[in-house]
Structure formats: C-alpha cells, structure tokens
C-alpha cells in the first residue's frame, strides 16, 4: 500500500526547507529519516566507544535503506503536522 492511501497525506505536496529549497513532503520525510538513520548510528557507536573514521564496518547500505523505507511513512505524518501548526 502506497504512502498516501495509508496516511490520507498528499506526498507531492511542497516543504520550504530554507528560502531557495522546496521538496515534497516524501522528498523531505527521506531525508529528514536518513538524517535520523545517522544521527541513530553515532549514537550507538558513542556508547559503544567505536571511532566511525577509523572504523568502516559499520557502513551498511541496505539495513540504512530499510531504516529510511520504515520510517518514512511515520516521518511524512510528523513533517505534515509540524507544516500545518506552521501555517
């Protein structure tokens, strides 16, 4: 099932990012999920005291890519409500 039919959310909808940057709400709710994916990865890797330049194991396309595809659905609904309190 598609994003849109399951949330009832326009995802083509437009997001300003910054003055000169607009996504659609899908675009943004990507990649506001694969910012989260990374801050997710430092954070564990702080506890567990694993230095991410000089370790590269870590580096895992397709688990990020699964993260992005799962939370992107909830990301949509949170960027949607935080728009519309906006305006």
């Known amino acids: 099932m598609k994003i849109e039919k399951a949330l009832n959310i326009d995802v083509s909808e437009p997001v300003e990012i ?3 940057i607009t996504l659609t709400l899908y ?5 506001a999920s694969l910012l989260q994916g990374v801050e997710l990865i430092d954070k ?9 330049d000089k370790n590269k194991t870590w580096m895992k396309p397709l688990a990020l890519q699964k993260y ?3 939370e992107t659905p909830a990301m949509v609904a949170q960027i949607k409500c935080l728009k519309d309190k906006k305006e």
């Not at 675009?27 to 990649?31: D, K, L, T």
């Open 18 to 20: 910054d003055d000169d």
């Open 27 to 31: 675009e943004a709710s990507r990649w």
């Open 44 to 52: 564990k890797a702080r506890q567990l005291k694993i230095d991410l």
């Open 68 to 70: 992005i595809d799962e």
